[in-house]
């Protein structure tokens, strides 16, 4: 499991018919408030490109760097995106085996709060 990975999971209203779309907006990638769907763009770069550092992203979308920075630390957060030295990786090859690893570590977090959930009610039943 990757650490410090933040899985949101929202009921959302089916948007579009595009798989890219709907896989972006069901895991939270996508937002209204990305106007230009740049965390969309920059993960469609990585799997175009493989590994690209944070200045080849903004070079590539034409936008700042502050800007690729801030959408890539969403990324990570998601589970999508990892960093190894200076440049940024898709977690899997596929976008099909990245949802299969964030199946997994929902799955170890339910774990972990089912435990955590068991403890408390111990503690409470004292």
Same mark, same amino acid.
């Given at each position: ?49 493989? *590994?690209?550092?944070?200045? /080849? @992203?903004? %070079?590539? $979308?034409?936008?700042? +760097? ?33 949802? *299969?690893?964030?199946?997994? /570590? @929902?799955? %170890?977090? $339910?774990?972990?709060? +089912? ?12």
């Amino acid at each position: 499991m990757v650490e410090g990975i933040r899985i949101i999971i929202k009921r959302v209203r089916h948007i579009e018919r595009d798989p890219f779309m709907e896989l972006c907006n069901l895991s939270g990638v996508y937002s209204t408030t990305d106007k230009n769907r740049v965390a969309m763009r920059i993960l469609l770069l990585l799997h175009k490109y493989g *590994e690209l550092n944070s200045t /080849d @992203i903004s %070079k590539e $979308l034409g936008i700042s +760097r502050g800007s690729v920075l801030n959408h890539i630390e969403n990324l990570m957060e998601s589970g999508f995106v990892f960093k190894y030295g200076k440049s940024y990786h898709l977690r899997e090859s596929t976008f099909s085996e990245i949802v *299969e690893q964030m199946e997994k /570590d @929902i799955k %170890k977090t $339910l774990e972990r709060m +089912r435990q955590y959930a068991k403890e408390l009610d111990s503690q409470l039943s004292d």
